[in-house]
């Protein structure tokens, strides 16, 4: 436990050592509200308000930007020399994993809560309870767990850290297939039945429904449901694939 | 058992694919002794490093470090080994003091006894003026001295050092000796490979000379060098040394060698020959070599030769 604080520290420190990178990082999620709401916004017609509608659909979208790049962070760290230091003073590779999951934890509240501040700036309103409003947000971490997790255990499989940055490329489609931006029956027919179901809807749902104060029904039990499984496989997946690559 | 062994190897083998890198390797290392594992590139020595440092797993063979298995008991010799591989183990982007700290804080000091020995060590290393600076700004002496100081963080009881001084220049290598041997004078045991005989002759007290996964020989510098070099005597050699005084470059009693200047060409080796044993009983062979470049930048650095 107190190596994976010590991996956490480590990661967060790396991060503010790169603004670029960090700017970069707190700066594209607000980018990408302002082409969904004033660029491409415009052209939606969906019955309410489009900023209400595509707020949560962008903190989801940031949410899997920002956990995408653990993959990147990870894989870093495994093509380096400082894995085998780490090894060889018997740091368990779920403490370095943990450490990398929990700073990506970190950066996405500090950029999640900068994106609901623009939001509210540019005049989204939100009328949730305090709950609701903390259990919108603790469903978006849990994702961004679930997500990182994933993430690095693509960044272990993959050999380099440009092959890892494709992470993101990958699991930005499951947001962009989903009721995130658009109504889910405004899809083609044949992709409406993967976007419903496919995790990214349910948890969207749900933290529209929190915010907006409307029933959130069977899409909270089934985010909960996707996020725990997906946490599961994930961390099953990349310790498997942290043992074979240290074998 | 007579002595107290900190490695113990038997048997070890290793293939990648259809490539054999370890075949059946045996290695001795007695505590608080400094060994070099000495062969060319390809010989297996980083392959053995880290089977030994438990990182990579043999394919046969069984191998004990600090008195525990390498493989059942592999938590417990990592508390008691240290690595330095040949690429600095080190994040670019934190100080030198950060990088130590973190270190001690994984070696499971206390805070403050991690600050205290992230301290001492850039004072031991002469890091202390770059300790607040990120390691992407450092040479590669200094990189290479901070990566050994954090390998030192948990006083490791054995060290591994993987071409400890490849890549560095002269001055920097010399540095890193002289810090090799303070280890080894602090009564660590030094577990180190080389592609360089004068780097295995400095250093360690036993070599052994690794080639295609096998060793090939393993004694002391001055047997290795005797097997090596011409079977002369000790006094026909002392004669020929008192003959040159100051003009020779390179007195070897070990090897039995002389190194006089010459500019190669037959005449003045045909008069140096005959200066140096008129009698034609004293000298049993000799060979012509230019200098290295290792002796024209002492000499031009004005550094010592030893």
């Known amino acids: ?247 | 058992m007579t002595e107290e062994l900190a490695i113990l190897a038997s048997g070890l083998v290793k293939a990648y694919g259809d490539a054999r890198v370890l075949d059946s390797l045996d290695l001795r290392v007695p505590c608080g002794s400094v060994f070099a594992l000495l062969g060319p590139n390809g010989a297996g020595k980083t392959t053995t490093v880290r089977i030994l440092a438990t990182l990579s797993r043999a394919d046969a063979g069984q191998a004990r470090v600090a008195g525990f298995d390498v493989v059942r008991d592999r938590h417990r010799v990592r508390r008691s080994i240290s690595l330095t591989g040949q690429f600095a183990a080190l994040d670019e982007a934190q100080t030198g003091e950060e990088n130590l700290r973190m270190m001690g804080a994984l070696a499971r000091l206390p805070r403050t006894a991690a600050r205290r020995r992230a301290l001492e060590l850039l004072e031991q290393f002469d890091l202390t003026a770059a300790g607040r600076r990120r390691v992407s700004t450092y040479s590669g002496g200094m990189r290479r001295r901070l990566d050994l100081a954090a390998s030192l963080v948990g006083r490791p009881s054995v060290i591994f050092l993987d071409e400890p001084s490849t890549g560095l220049d002269l001055p920097s290598r010399q540095t890193m000796w002289e810090v090799i041997a303070g280890l080894a004078a602090s009564g660590v045991t030094v577990f180190l490979t080389t592609q360089y005989l004068e780097e295995a002759d400095r250093l360690a007290g036993q070599i052994a000379v690794l080639n295609g996964g096998r060793l090939v020989a393993q004694g002391t510098a001055a047997e290795l060098k005797r097997r090596i070099g011409t079977r002369g005597n000790g006094t026909a050699w002392s004669q020929v040394v008192s003959r040159f005084g100051d003009r020779a470059v390179h007195v070897d009693q070990a090897s039995l060698t002389v190194g006089l200047p010459t500019d190669g060409s037959a005449a003045p080796v045909r008069a140096l020959l005959d200066e140096a044993d008129p009698d034609r009983s004293l000298i049993a062979s000799f060979a012509v070599r230019e200098a290295t470049l290792d002796d024209v930048f002492l000499t031009l650095t004005g550094a010592t030769h030893v």
């Open chain 1, 1 to 247: 436990m107190s190596d994976a604080l010590t991996m956490t520290a480590r990661s967060l420190r790396l991060a503010t050592r790169s603004p670029d990178a960090l700017l970069t990082a707190l700066l594209l999620p607000v980018m990408l509200m302002v082409v969904f709401v004033y660029l491409f916004g415009g052209a939606v017609r969906i019955g309410t308000s489009y900023l209400s509608y595509v707020v949560p659909g962008v903190l989801l979208l940031c949410a899997v930007i920002g956990a995408a790049s653990t993959a990147v962070t990870v894989c870093q760290d495994m093509t380096g020399g400082i894995i085998d230091r780490f090894r060889s003073m018997d740091v368990p590779g779920t403490a370095i994993l943990a450490g990398h999951v929990s700073a990506s934890l970190l950066r996405n509240l500090a950029s999640t809560l900068l994106v609901i501040a623009v939001a509210f700036g540019i005049g989204f309103r939100s009328h949730a309870t305090p709950a609701r409003f903390a259990a919108a947000l603790a469903v978006l971490l849990l994702f961004v767990i679930a997500v990182s997790w994933l993430a690095a255990a693509f960044g272990l499989l993959v050999s380099s850290a440009e092959a890892a940055g494709g992470a993101m490329f990958f699991l930005m489609f499951f947001s962009y297939a989903s009721s995130a931006f658009v109504p889910v029956r405004t899809l083609p027919w044949w992709l409406r039945g993967f976007a419903a179901n496919q995790p990214a809807t349910p948890v969207t749902e749900t933290i529209r429904g929190l915010l907006l104060r409307q029933p959130v029904g069977a899409h909270l039990g089934m985010a909960l449901a996707w996020c725990a499984g997906l946490l599961a496989v994930s961390v099953a997946a990349s310790t498997w694939a942290f043992r074979r690559r240290t074998a």
